[in-house]
């Protein structure tokens, strides 16, 4: 108690004070506005002190007031103070009992009520201050991070890669970029399907001794694993503005489109060159090794770097050039992994140094980074290295001229051989078949040294112009590209002047397989080591699984040179790829779901070993943007040669696309791309999409697009037959769609080459619409106004045999829905003669004269629609209707119901 009654209120104060302004510091409310703190603590303690003092005045009691009233109060209750004197004066105090008694603390009382209130207010605060301080934590990281995010997607782009989920078998990190299990198991298993043989060398040139290339590659591993993670985790977002990297890709492919379109072209458009600058220009990371896939096309290719094709047509590939042949291919890849290793050694070689020639960056080369092998004679040595691998590596960097030179300019070096080596050197310089005589010579010098030296460059160097023995040098083999450019070369020797050694070129392939499903390998490794043993297909299927982007421009780059086997546009499931589309478009989360390999297995034939070309032009385009982004994927479709195809593919993009009715008004002003009747055939092919989907208003825009107005009456009229007697959000939008059609296109439909029937019918049906929901609205009289309108129904007798005729003419969408007009026609009849008849009172006034004139104009209505009720009846049995429900049965009740 005594603790308690120190309570410094100032403090309280304080302390509630810095509470408050730290709540109304946050940017949001908290709900203070149902306990707001208002009043001062020091005033709630003043006023409690004032209480707790009036409450415990000792002032002296007033008797002035009371003295008056004991008068008042003894005559009002009768009350006798002798007697109550008396019984006061026999009270024994003696049987009273003493009563302890406490002292009556007011103002502590109230102390510790205030206390409790200021710490019950203080807990609420707190209570509430925590839950709202996490609310608007919550949403201030949410609205962040959305805004941070989508300012990364326009930034950056977003690619989207069909994966399958972890408990499906995906591959992991390692595996896609160059892992001894699945990535490689996949390229040679699932797409080769071939058995293979183990080899030695599971490195490539760009491995461990490489730092550059090897960091440049872990980088890019890195980036395409952080970039597949975050596509896991926006995973229900699979539409995406396209990246930098894809719209300048779209950009070539649009130069290209208007190349192909050009008629009067006779040059071939440098699409490999245009494809490596916009691939180059977006890329950051591993940009080198990237520029010697695009290197290697080029090369593989053919094509000539034109800046502008019109201008150089010199320098242009002819447009009817054919494939290359596989000897010319080979010699193209050899001339490749030449060059290649060339700039590996550059790469390894100090940046400063006075290195010129290629023998001196040989030299150099071999003495940083090959162990000297044991030497035969003094004479062959050179600056320290041997001679015979000076020559070697010479050879493997393409300086064919220059190991010429040094074995002239070193006679002694290369003794007795100098001549027989020169004479080979000099042949492979220009690009011929060593001769035979000069071959033979070579064959029993390379036997003689294999048993004699112990130099194994010098072995090597008469085993490469002898083509004896492709096997027995693996020692030499620093990368598979050594022991690539090596067997190419002895494939190449034993080729003539077109065809190759298809046995041998297939034998090096299962060991190439075998070595990538062996040893770890980045991505682009892989790539290029299957393009230079011409597994073309195989190359473009290994890299979709994880550029899919890249993969296709290869692919298209590829396809136009005739080196990849495309499989025919006629085996192309339309069908499959139109629906995987829409659910791309329409449900992100079941393209996120679709499984790797099937993927790749769609763009890819194991048994024709042939790649689906338009399969992976729709796998691409699918996560196109349907707002944004769908001009860039009309340019891949207009790649394909199909034209049916092509027309049904585009017009799928239209139905897809968020406002297909103008994009496709725009189609027609790619004249460059799109004659007039390849548009109608698009829209034509669109809007029976669009039926397909029961969007019916769609189609008719679309129909009208291309004026084919008996089309357009014809769905119109199809379809609100159908909903004409009932009340549906639909029938509410294509009964005004007609009246905006009547209102706006009624000449033209009036003028079309349909039936006349068609047209009238249209008119029949809206007037039906409107006599439809006034009766739902029960607006009878309106109804019977607008049934009158249509003149298909009698009013009289004498109208039914004209009616009969007319109803014979009735377009099929009125008759069959006749009866329910029928039903209509006599419910209102019926009600409006009940509603006539039975407030007239003309039965029990018929007699009185006035009555009767007052009652005329009720009694000719009811004539009315007794004769109404008599024609329609009879009408009713004349003509041959559909009947439904209970027809009959109400035509009888009806007639007996009103009499005439």
């Given at each position: 108690m005594n603790g308690r009654e120190n309570i410094d209120f100032n403090d309280l104060t304080n302390k509630s004070n810095q509470i408050i302004n730290r709540i109304s510091s946050f940017s949001s409310p908290i709900g203070l506005s149902s306990f707001n703190i208002e009043r001062s603590?020091?005033?709630?303690?003043?006023?409690?002190?004032?209480?707790?003092?009036?409450?415990?005045?000792?002032?002296?009691?007033?008797?002035?007031?009371?003295?008056?009233?004991?008068?008042?109060?003894?005559?009002?209750y009768g009350l006798d103070p002798k007697l109550l004197s008396k019984n006061l004066s026999n009270i024994d105090t003696s049987s009273f009992t003493d009563i302890e008694t406490y002292p009556t603390d007011i103002d502590g009382y109230l102390k510790i009520e205030f206390e409790n209130m200021i710490l019950n207010t203080i807990n609420d605060i707190q209570k509430k201050t925590c839950k709202e301080f996490q609310s608007s934590y919550e949403n201030s990281l949410v609205r962040d991070w959305n805004k941070d995010k989508k300012y990364i997607e326009e930034i950056l782009g977003q690619k989207f890669i069909k994966t399958a989920s972890a408990s499906t078998g995906m591959m992991g990190t390692a595996s896609r970029y160059g892992s001894n299990t699945s990535a490689a198991d996949f390229a040679t298993s699932k797409m080769m399907n071939r058995s293979v043989a183990p080899t030695n060398f599971g490195q490539s040139q760009f491995g461990r001794s490489s730092n550059i290339f090897n960091q440049s590659n872990r980088m890019q591993s890195m980036d395409l694993h952080n970039q597949q993670q975050q596509q896991y985790q926006v995973g229900g977002q699979?539409?995406?503005?396209?990246?930098?990297?894809?719209?300048?890709?779209?950009?070539?492919?649009?130069?290209?489109?208007?190349?192909?379109?050009?008629?009067s072209r006779v040059n071939r458009f440098p699409i490999v060159h245009r494809l490596m600058q916009a691939n180059l220009s977006e890329t950051t990371v591993n940009h080198n090794v990237v520029n010697d896939v695009w290197n290697l096309v080029i090369r593989l290719t053919g094509e000539k770097d034109v800046v502008n094709v019109s201008d150089q047509n010199d320098l242009a590939v002819p447009q009817a050039s054919v494939k290359p042949s596989g000897a010319e291919l080979i010699t193209r890849s050899i001339k490749f992994l030449e060059e290649q290793f060339?700039?590996?050694i550059k790469h390894r070689l100090p940046k400063i140094s006075n290195i010129s020639s290629p023998l001196d960056e040989m030299v150099a080369y071999i003495s940083a980074n090959i162990p000297t092998p044991p030497i035969d004679h003094p004479d062959e040595e050179y600056k320290g290295c041997s001679v015979w691998s000076i020559i070697y590596f010479l050879l493997r960097a393409g300086h064919y001229q220059v190991a010429n030179d040094f074995i002239v300019k070193n006679s002694t070096a290369a003794g007795r051989y100098k001549d027989l080596l020169?004479?080979?050197?000099?042949?492979?310089?220009?690009?011929?078949?060593?001769?035979?005589?000069?071959?033979?010579k070579l064959i029993i010098e390379y036997n003689r040294i294999k048993s004699e030296s112990r130099d194994s460059f010098k072995m090597g160097v008469f085993n490469f112009f002898s083509n004896s023995e492709s096997n027995s040098t693996k020692m030499l083999f620093s990368s598979i590209q050594d022991f690539i450019w090596w067997k190419l070369n002895f494939i190449k020797e034993s080729a003539t002047a077109i065809e190759i050694n298809q046995n041998s070129l297939d034998t090096l392939q299962t060991e190439i397989n075998n070595t990538l499903s062996k040893n770890n390998f980045e991505v682009f490794d892989v790539f290029q080591i299957l393009l230079v043993t011409q597994q073309f297909e195989n190359a473009i299927v290994y890299l979709h699984q994880t550029n899919p982007e890249d993969a296709l421009h290869l692919a298209i780059s590829l396809d136009y040179y005739k080196l990849l086997n495309i499989m025919s546009s006629s085996t192309f499931n339309y069908q499959a790829s139109t629906s995987s589309l829409s659910n791309s478009r329409s449900n992100p989360t079941i393209a996120a779901s679709e499984n790797l390999i099937s993927s790749s297995l769609e763009i890819y034939n194991p048994s024709t070993k042939s790649i689906h070309l338009v399969a992976m032009i729709r796998q691409y385009t699918k996560h196109f943007s349907s707002e944004t982004d769908n001009k860039e994927a009309l340019l891949y479709y207009l790649l394909i040669e199909n034209e049916n195809l092509k027309t049904h593919l585009i017009s799928d993009l239209v139905v897809t696309s968020t406002?297909?009715?103008e994009f496709a008004k725009q189609l027609q002003y790619y004249t460059t791309f799109i004659n007039k009747q390849q548009w109608i055939r698009i829209i034509e092919q669109s809007a029976i999409e669009l039926e397909n989907k029961n969007d019916y208003q769609g189609a008719i825009g679309f129909w009208l697009l291309i004026e084919e107005y008996a089309r357009v009456l014809e769905i119109y009229n199809n379809r609100i037959s159908v909903l004409l007697t009932g009340s549906s959000k639909e029938r509410e939008q294509l009964f005004k769609f007609g009246i905006q059609l009547f209102n706006e296109r009624q000449m033209q439909l009036k003028t079309t080459r349909t039936e006349r029937t068609s047209y009238l019918a249209f008119e029949q049906l809206l007037q039906l619409c409107q006599f439809f929901d006034y009766f739902n609205q029960e607006k009878y009289q309106e109804a019977l106004l607008e049934i009158e309108k249509l003149n298909i129904l009698p009013l009289s007798e004498h109208d039914i045999d004209a009616k009969v005729d007319i109803y014979r003419f009735l377009s099929s969408h009125i008759t069959k829905n006749f009866a329910a007009i029928?039903?209509?026609?006599?419910?209102?009849?019926?009600?409006?003669?009940?509603?006539?008849?039975?407030?007239?009172?003309?039965?029990?006034?018929?007699?009185?004269?006035?009555?009767?004139?007052?009652?005329?104009?009720?009694?000719?209505?009811?004539?009315?629609l007794q004769i109404r009720a008599q024609a329609i009846t009879l009408f009713a049995g004349k003509i041959d209707f559909p009947m439904s429900g209970n027809i009959l049965t109400r035509l009888m009740n009806f007639v007996i119901s009103i009499q005439k």
């Open positions: 603590l020091q005033e709630i303690g003043e006023t409690s002190k004032h209480l707790s003092d009036v409450t415990s005045s000792k002032a002296p009691y007033s008797t002035d007031t009371s003295v008056d009233n004991y008068p008042k109060a003894i005559k009002k699979d539409r995406t503005k396209l990246s930098n990297k894809m719209r300048k890709y779209a950009m070539v492919i649009e130069e290209f489109d208007t190349h192909r379109a050009d008629v060339n700039q590996v020169s004479n080979a050197i000099q042949m492979r310089c220009r690009n011929e078949r060593i001769k035979k005589e000069i071959k033979d406002n297909g009715f029928l039903q209509a026609y006599i419910d209102i009849i019926t009600k409006q003669y009940q509603l006539v008849y039975n407030n007239s009172n003309i039965n029990t006034n018929a007699n009185n004269a006035n009555n009767n004139y007052l009652y005329a104009g009720r009694l000719q209505t009811i004539n009315d």
